[in-house]
C-alpha cells in the first residue's frame, strides 16, 4: 500500500537558519504530494502541493519538489522565523480513478526555531 | 480559516457512552473525509463520502459510523467508547472532482474517554 517516510525530528533550529524536512513516499502510478503544517492547537492547513514529477511547489517562503526518481518531497526555507514552530506533516493522494483521494500522512516534524 | 466547521470542540465522555462529532464542508465541497489524530497512531483517514455515499473506508472501527446528509454536512458516531478512542477527530473536505485533490482541514474535534 502507499506510505508516507518523514525524519521525525524533532528539529530544532535558530531564527534565519535553513531548513531541510526529508520525505520519501511508497506509492504506484504519480500519486500529488502535499506538505501541511499544524500550529499548536490548531488544524491543518495545506502549505503547498506538487501533483506531477518535478512540480515545485512553493508557499510563504517554503518550497519542495517532486522527484520522482528519488520518489522523495523534501520541504526547504532558505531562512526560519519563530513564527515557522510548528509541525510539518508530508501527505500524498493517490492517482486513483473516481473520487477518493484519502491522504496517506507521514509522522509529522516538530520543528522549534529559536530567536 | 480553511472554511471547514467541526463541533463541539471539545468533548469530555466515559467509557461506554456515545458520542456524535459534526463536520461542514467548505461551500460546494462534495467530498468530506475524516481522520483521526492520535499520539502512537499518527493520523489515519477513516472514512470518506462523496455525494452522501460512503467512498472509501480506511482504519476505521466497526464502533464508528458516519454519515453525510443531503445539506453534505457530514457526523461521524463513535459509540461503545474505549479509553484508547481520546484522540482528535478532524474532518476535511474536497471539491471531490478530478485534478483537483487538496483536502482543507477542519479545527478538529477533541475527545477525550475518561
Known amino acids: 500500500g502507499n506510505s508516507v517516510t518523514q525524519m521525525e525530528g524533532p528539529v530544532t533550529l535558530s531564527e534565519e537558519a535553513f531548513l531541510t524536512i526529508n520525505c520519501t513516499y511508497t506509492a504506484t502510478g504519480y500519486p500529488s504530494l502535499f506538505w501541511y503544517v499544524q500550529y499548536p492547537g490548531e488544524g491543518l492547513q495545506l502549505l503547498l502541493k506538487?501533483?506531477?514529477?518535478?512540480d515545485k511547489g512553493s508557499n510563504k517562503g517554503f518550497e519542495a519538489t517532486y522527484r520522482k526518481e528519488t520518489t522523495s518531497f523534501h520541504l526547504e526555507k532558505g531562512s526560519v522565523q519563530v513564527s515557522d514552530s510548528a509541525v510539518y506533516f508530508c501527505a500524498l493522494s493517490p492517482n486513483s480513478g473516481g473520487s477518493n483521494y484519502k491522504l496517506t500522512f507521514g509522522k509529522g516534524t516538530l520543528l522549534t526555531v529559536n530567536p | 480559516d480553511s472554511g471547514v466547521t467541526q463541533t463541539p470542540k471539545h468533548l469530555i465522555t466515559a467509557t461506554g457512552q456515545r458520542v456524535t462529532l459534526r463536520c461542514s464542508p467548505r461551500s460546494g465541497d462534495l467530498s468530506v473525509y475524516w481522520y483521526q489524530q492520535s499520539l502512537d497512531q499518527g493520523l489515519q483517514f477513516l472514512i470518506q463520502y462523496y455525494n452522501g455515499e460512503e467512498r472509501a473506508k480506511g482504519n476505521i472501527l466497526e464502533r464508528f459510523s458516519a454519515q453525510q446528509f443531503p445539506d453534505l454536512h457530514s457526523e461521524l458516531n463513535l459509540s461503545s467508547l474505549e479509553l484508547g478512542d481520546s484522540a482528535l477527530y478532524f474532518c476535511?473536505?474536497?471539491?471531490?472532482?478530478?485534478?483537483?485533490?487538496?483536502?482543507?482541514f477542519g479545527p478538529g474535534t477533541r475527545l477525550t474517554v475518561t
Open positions: 476535511a473536505s474536497s471539491p471531490g472532482t478530478s485534478g483537483t485533490r487538496e483536502q482543507y
Open positions: 506538487a501533483t506531477k514529477a518535478d
